[in-house]
C-alpha cells in the first residue's frame, strides 16, 4: 500500500515562529501537494511539486514556503506563523505518468497560538 | 481553472435510506473526476473515481457515482446506508492538461441517524 506519513498529528506553535511539516512517501511517486482544510472552505491548494527541486504555486501560498530536496519528502514552511494558519494541512502525493489518483496522509493539525 | 461546487453543507439521512450528495463541476473539458471520503480525524480515501469510458463507476463500501457531461455533475450513491458512512465526503476534478493537481469542492458531512 502507498504510505504518505506526516511527521505530527498535532502541532501547537506560537504566533512568529518558523514552523517546518514535513511529510514523506514511499512509493517513488513525481508529484507530491501540499493542502489547507478548513471548514466550509474545503481542501485548498497550497503547493505542489513535480520532481525534485521544483515547486509551484498554489490557489493559497502567501504566507508560506517549501522545499523538496528528495524524491520522497516534501516540507512545508511558515516563515512566520501567524493565528489565520491554524488549520488542518493535509500533504498528498501521486505518480506522475498520467492521472490515477492523488493518496494523502492523516493531516496534521496545527494551532498558533 | 477548474472548479467544484458541492451545494449541500451537511445531510441526514435515516440507516437503510438511500443516499445521493451531489457534485456539479466547471472546466472546459471532461476532467478527472473522484470522489473521496475522510472520517472524523483522518486523511482522505478514495471511494471512486472516473477517468472515460462507462459513465457509471462503482467504488468502495457500495458507492457508485454517474457522470453525466450534459449536467456537468458527478453525483455519489449508495443504496443504503450503514452507520459507518458518516463521514465528510469530497468531490475532486483534476485537469487532462496543464496543472496535474485536484481541485476540491467544501465538502459535505453526512450524518447517519439510527
Known amino acids: 500500500d502507498v504510505k504518505v506519513t506526516q511527521s505530527s498529528r498535532y502541532l501547537v506553535k506560537r504566533t512568529g515562529e518558523k514552523v517546518f511539516l514535513e511529510c514523506v512517501q514511499d512509493?517513488?511517486?513525481?508529484?507530491m501537494f501540499w493542502y489547507r482544510q478548513d471548514p466550509g472552505l474545503g481542501l485548498r491548494l497550497i503547493y505542489f511539486?513535480?520532481?525534485?527541486?521544483?515547486?509551484e504555486k498554489g490557489d493559497i501560498p502567501e504566507g508560506y514556503s517549501v522545499s523538496r530536496e528528495k524524491k520522497e519528502r516534501f516540507s512545508l514552511i511558515l516563515e512566520s506563523a501567524s493565528t489565520n494558519q491554524t488549520s488542518m494541512y493535509l500533504c498528498?502525493?501521486?505518480?506522475?505518468?498520467?492521472?490515477?489518483?492523488?493518496?494523502f496522509g492523516q493531516g496534521t493539525r496545527l494551532t498558533v497560538v | 481553472a477548474q472548479s467544484v461546487t458541492q451545494p449541500d453543507i451537511h445531510i441526514t439521512v435515516s440507516e437503510g435510506a438511500s443516499l445521493e450528495l451531489r457534485c456539479n463541476y466547471s472546466?472546459?473539458?471532461?476532467?478527472?473526476l473522484f470522489w473521496y471520503v475522510q472520517s472524523p480525524g483522518q486523511g482522505l480515501q478514495l471511494l471512486l473515481k472516473?477517468?472515460?469510458?462507462?459513465?457509471l463507476v462503482q467504488g468502495i463500501k457500495g458507492f457508485e457515482a454517474e457522470f453525466k457531461r450534459s449536467q456537468s455533475s458527478f453525483n455519489l450513491r449508495k443504496p443504503s446506508v450503514h452507520w459507518s458512512d458518516a463521514a465528510e465526503y469530497f468531490c475532486?476534478?483534476?485537469?487532462?492538461?496543464?496543472?496535474?493537481?485536484?481541485?476540491f469542492g467544501s465538502g459535505t458531512r453526512l450524518q447517519v441517524q439510527p
Open positions: 475532486a476534478v483534476g485537469a487532462r492538461t496543464g496543472r496535474r493537481a485536484l481541485t
Open positions: 472516473y477517468f472515460s469510458g462507462d459513465t
Open positions: 511539486s513535480y520532481d525534485v527541486k521544483m515547486k
Open positions: 512509493m517513488d511517486h513525481e508529484n
Open positions: 498528498a502525493s501521486s505518480p506522475g505518468q498520467g492521472w490515477t489518483e492523488a493518496f
Open positions: 472546466y472546459g473539458a471532461t476532467p478527472y
